[in-house]
């Protein structure tokens, strides 16, 4: 399995920024994808950006020229840096990562969550 810490949520006021990490168990080079979901009560769990090992990249269409998906390699970690937040991106935030150590098996893992609220 691979075991995911976020960190980085907070309170910040429209217009504001954060920086969410996302710290991994396993080297993120061996995963098949990493991403960044977001979910609010009463809705369903949505991705908000990813990326798979072969370096494709895709963001929620809300989110475009907004946030920003990266990665240290050396340090197992991902980020997402969200600038120009507005209420709407209230919600907590999980860090996903899927990894396929044999032909049979795939494992779907998530961190526990990141609250974010986005409020003035």
């Known amino acids: 399995q691979v075991q995911l810490v976020e960190s980085g949520g907070g309170l910040v006021q429209p217009g504001g920024s954060l920086r969410l990490s996302c710290k991994s168990s396993?080297?993120?080079?061996?995963?098949?994808?990493m991403g960044w979901y977001r979910q609010s009560p009463g809705k369903e769990r949505e991705l908000v950006a990813g990326?798979?090992?072969?370096?494709?990249?895709n963001y929620a269409d809300s989110v475009k020229g907004r946030f920003t998906i990266s990665r240290d390699n050396p340090e197992n970690t991902v980020y997402l840096q969200m600038n120009s937040l507005k209420p709407e991106d209230t919600a907590v935030y999980y860090c996903?990562?899927?990894?396929?150590?044999?032909?049979?098996?795939?494992?779907?893992?998530w961190g526990q969550g990141t609250q974010v609220t986005v409020s003035s």
């Open positions: 396993r080297s993120i080079s061996r995963l098949d994808s």
């Open positions: 990326f798979t090992n072969d370096g494709r990249v």
């Open positions: 996903n990562a899927k990894y396929t150590p044999t032909v049979e098996a795939t494992y779907d893992s």
